[in-house]
């Protein structure tokens, strides 16, 4: 069975939950202790996708306040994205529209997921009414911390790369 690997990139704003989602994927396992990613910290997982394995490198990039502020040299060469937002902090998700369509221009033909993280932080009503207030659709929302949802976000993108 041959294998095909491809870089994601996942971006998002400071202690937003984008290094304990890849934890939760790749390695099971969940920290409360943070750790802020300086520079780049890549991991490995492969994938199988309807008979393909894709090894996925996941390319986890510093937070930082704004897309534009992101070294393009760690975005180059990315077959999908992955924009992660921090539910229970509403400045991480203030400018997601413009974030957004920063990425959309500058990288047009690659899938991306719009994820809101720490769904475990939020009652049920409050995720609702976020959700409602949002200018955007989100494609998944997830808990670093139980895992929902993490592994569906992965493999979606997975899919979609592979399409």
């Not at 202790?33 to 390319?59: E, F, P, R, S």
């Not at 529209?97 to 939020?122: A, R, T, Y």
């Amino acid at each position: 069975m041959s294998e095909v690997s491809k870089k994601v990139a996942i971006l998002g704003q400071y202690g937003v939950g984008k290094s304990s989602l890849i934890r939760q994927f790749v390695y099971r396992k969940f920290s409360e202790k943070y750790l802020t990613t300086i520079g780049v910290h890549v991991q490995k997982k492969v994938l199988d996708i309807n008979g393909t394995q894709l090894a996925m490198i996941i390319w986890d990039l510093e937070g930082d306040t704004s897309v534009g502020k992101v070294r393009p040299s760690y975005l180059m060469g990315s077959s999908g994205l992955i924009y992660v937002f921090d539910l229970s902090r509403p400045h991480t998700y203030a400018d997601i529209n413009q974030e957004i369509d920063l990425l959309k221009s500058e990288f047009p033909n690659e899938p991306l997921k719009i994820v809101g993280n720490k769904k475990d932080l939020i009652h049920d009503v409050d995720l609702d009414q976020i959700l409602a207030n949002m200018t955007i659709s989100c494609d998944f929302i997830t808990s670093a911390k139980t895992g929902e949802y993490v592994d569906e976000m992965f493999y979606t993108l997975g899919e979609d790369i592979l399409k």
